[in-house]
């Protein structure tokens, strides 16, 4: 395969990842994609059997030709796909060495507040300035792996005016930017086996407008921590400790440790339904986790974040995303029956790099945002 093919294929400006070794560097999924118009999140699981397990490692090396096909048709478009693996689908997948920090959602409930944690294998993130793009690559990879898997929830998103959410308040003004997006998202030689990839969480909130907008305007700003016009975040003075934002900045060392979110607000007005799909890319799954503990549970417990008692979640799930170069990779060896397969990256050098980036990010949950989210 062509080494520069993920270049052209799922990012027009990928991430190179840092080189610190002699050894070439791992190129990232375009987890770092500029913000689109539309979306798909599509989750499916795994059927069982070994003709099943083939088919889906077999479309790893495949998914980047299959999105260039799409891709031509409109090539400003920024059309782009990200692939990520749950904790129970990369154990049937895959031997030898695993992701680090890879394991299933950790479900949280306090009161009537549930972060629930659903089924889920595989994700496909897909973004694209055009709808039509995303529902065409959403279909083409359906009919490559349709009968080896089974959907369990598909989203389609769409960007809501000036970059609002349902609720009516601005998303994802404080993601990172620049390199500041390699070190809050890629991981680096603190798991070498996988430079390069990242994490991700995923959640589904379905609103209660007509309780929220019940609501004054500053009552939804104490409870987000932010304008509601004009997007600035309110004084500490007067704050809520309860606030979103307030609850989901996460210091360490005295540093804000930063994540990287694509939101997107999603419904169906005819049958009531009005939600936001939280999806956040991390260096570390644990600095999501400790947003989720901070709003479900609160800091301190019982300091809850009041936008639960508008919002639910109806779906969880944490993903490991490799990087393009692990995809490109992965071995079209049929596997054993009832056995994982080997789908380390070869030995060469691209296929096992070493990176060196620092920890930083910060979470908004749809909506649902933090300090470093509105």
Same mark, same amino acid.
């Not at 599509?42 to 980047?64: P, Q």
């Given at each position: 395969?062509?080494?520069?093919?993920?270049?052209?294929?799922?990012?027009?400006?990928?991430?190179?990842?840092?080189?610190?070794?002699?050894?070439?560097?791992?190129?990232?999924?375009? #987890?770092?994609?500029?913000?689109?118009?539309?979306?798909?999140?599509?989750?499916? !699981?795994?059927?069982?059997?070994?003709?099943?397990?083939?088919?889906?490692?077999?479309?790893?090396?495949?998914?980047?030709?299959?999105?260039?096909?799409?891709?031509?048709?409109?090539?400003?478009?920024?059309?782009?796909?990200?692939?990520?693996?749950?904790?129970?689908?990369?154990?049937?997948?895959? #031997?030898?060495?695993?992701?680090?920090?890879?394991?299933?959602?950790?479900?949280?409930?306090?009161?009537?507040?549930?972060?629930?944690?659903?089924?889920?294998?595989?994700?496909?993130?897909?973004?694209?300035?055009?709808?039509?793009?995303?529902?065409?690559?959403?279909?083409?990879?359906?009919?490559?792996?349709?009968?080896?898997?089974?959907?369990?929830?598909?989203?389609?998103?769409?960007?809501?005016?000036?970059?609002?959410?349902?609720?009516?308040?601005?998303?994802?003004?404080?993601?990172?930017?620049? !390199?500041?997006?390699?070190?809050?998202?890629?991981?680096?030689?603190?798991?070498?086996?996988?430079?390069?990839?990242?994490?991700?969480?995923?959640?589904?909130?379905?609103?209660?407008?007509?309780?929220?907008?019940?609501?004054?305007?500053?009552?939804?700003?104490?409870?987000?921590?932010?304008?509601?016009?004009?997007?600035?975040?309110?004084?500490?003075?007067?704050?809520?400790?309860?606030?979103?934002?307030?609850?989901? !900045?996460?210091?360490?060392?005295?540093?804000? /440790?930063?994540?990287?979110?694509?939101?997107?607000?999603?419904?169906?007005?005819?049958?009531?339904?009005?939600?936001?799909?939280? /999806?956040?890319?991390?260096?570390?799954?644990?600095?999501?986790?400790?947003?989720?503990?901070?709003?479900?549970?609160?800091?301190?417990?019982?300091?809850?974040?009041?936008?639960?008692?508008?919002?639910?979640?109806?779906?969880?799930?944490?993903?490991?995303?490799?990087?393009?170069?692990?995809?490109?990779?992965?071995?079209?060896?049929?596997?054993?029956?009832?056995?994982?397969?080997?789908?380390?990256?070869?030995?060469?050098?691209?296929?096992?790099?070493?990176?060196? !980036?620092?920890?930083?990010?910060?979470?908004?949950?749809?909506?649902?945002?933090?300090?470093?989210?509105?």
């Amino acid at each position: 395969m062509d080494s520069n093919r993920w270049e052209t294929d799922l990012h027009p400006d990928p991430m190179n990842v840092p080189e610190t070794t002699s050894r070439l560097p791992a190129l990232a999924q375009p #987890v770092d994609a500029p913000l689109t118009r539309a979306a798909i999140f599509l989750a499916v !699981t795994i059927n069982s059997g070994s003709e099943n397990r083939d088919t889906v490692r077999s479309f790893c090396g495949d998914l980047a030709a299959l999105l260039r096909a799409v891709e031509f048709r409109d090539l400003e478009a920024g059309l782009s796909c990200v692939m990520g693996f749950g904790s129970d689908a990369w154990d049937r997948l895959f #031997v030898g060495p695993r992701p680090a920090e890879l394991h299933p959602f950790r479900e949280i409930r306090s009161g009537a507040r549930h972060a629930v944690s659903t089924p889920g294998d595989l994700l496909f993130h897909i973004r694209a300035k055009r709808m039509d793009l995303c529902f065409e690559l959403a279909t083409q990879i359906m009919a490559r792996i349709g009968s080896a898997v089974t959907a369990v929830d598909e989203v389609q998103g769409f960007r809501y005016f000036d970059d609002r959410d349902l609720l009516g308040f601005v998303d994802g003004t404080e993601n990172p930017r620049g !390199t500041a997006v390699v070190e809050a998202v890629l991981i680096g030689d603190e798991d070498a086996n996988f430079a390069g990839g990242s994490y991700v969480i995923v959640q589904k909130y379905l609103h209660d407008l007509d309780a929220w907008n019940a609501l004054s305007t500053e009552a939804q700003e104490r409870v987000i921590g932010r304008t509601k016009l004009s997007d600035i975040e309110l004084d500490d003075s007067v704050k809520p400790t309860s606030a979103h934002n307030a609850l989901t !900045t996460i210091v360490e060392d005295g540093k804000e /440790i930063k994540i990287l979110r694509d939101n997107m607000p999603f419904g169906r007005p005819g049958s009531g339904e009005f939600g936001t799909y939280f /999806i956040g890319y991390s260096r570390s799954p644990r600095t999501i986790e400790q947003m989720l503990e901070n709003m479900f549970i609160g800091k301190p417990p019982g300091n809850y974040d009041r936008i639960l008692d508008f919002s639910r979640a109806v779906t969880g799930n944490l993903f490991f995303v490799p990087s393009a170069t692990f995809l490109e990779n992965v071995a079209e060896d049929p596997p054993v029956d009832n056995q994982p397969v080997n789908a380390e990256p070869s030995a060469s050098p691209a296929a096992s790099p070493s990176i060196s !980036t620092v920890r930083d990010g910060s979470l908004g949950i749809g909506s649902l945002k933090g300090d470093t989210h509105e």
